[in-house]
């Protein structure tokens, strides 16, 4: 059984940066393109960034473009967020994906999420 492990949230001010991690469990982590999601209250859950299976392969939200970086590590099966000069708007809960094997843009797990809060 697949499982995606989010951790690195927390509580920043506009400005600052914060990496998230996700580790992987339970499946051929190689195999696989991975993704960052977000979902603030009151909104739909939203790409925010992707990276193909063997990292070299990156897209990004416009809202994310040139302030984060996707990376993914598939010797420690993690992928990584960094965030950089978060504002307000970033408040969110932050979710790993995993893609559907073969087809871009379909997410078959989800990780539990984990909390940014950016005040101003």
């Known amino acids: 059984q697949a499982q995606l492990v989010e951790s690195g949230g927390g509580l920043v001010q506009a400005g600052d940066s914060l990496r998230l991690s996700c580790a992987a469990f339970?499946?051929?982590?190689?195999?696989?393109?991975m993704g960052w999601f977000r979902q603030a209250p009151g909104e739909e859950r939203e790409f925010v960034a992707a990276?193909?299976?063997?990292?070299?392969?990156?897209r990004y939200a416009d809202s994310a473009k040139g302030r984060f970086t996707i990376s993914k590590d598939n010797a420690k099966n993690t992928v990584t967020l960094q965030m950089n000069s978060l504002k307000p708007e970033d408040t969110a809960v932050y979710y790993c994906?995993?893609?559907?094997?073969?087809?871009?843009?379909?997410?078959?797990?989800w990780g539990q999420g984990t909390q940014v809060t950016v005040s101003s």
């Open positions: 339970g499946f051929a982590f190689g195999l696989y393109g």
């Open positions: 994906a995993r893609e559907r094997l073969g087809i871009l843009d379909e997410w078959d797990y």
């Open positions: 990276v193909g299976r063997d990292g070299g392969s990156t």
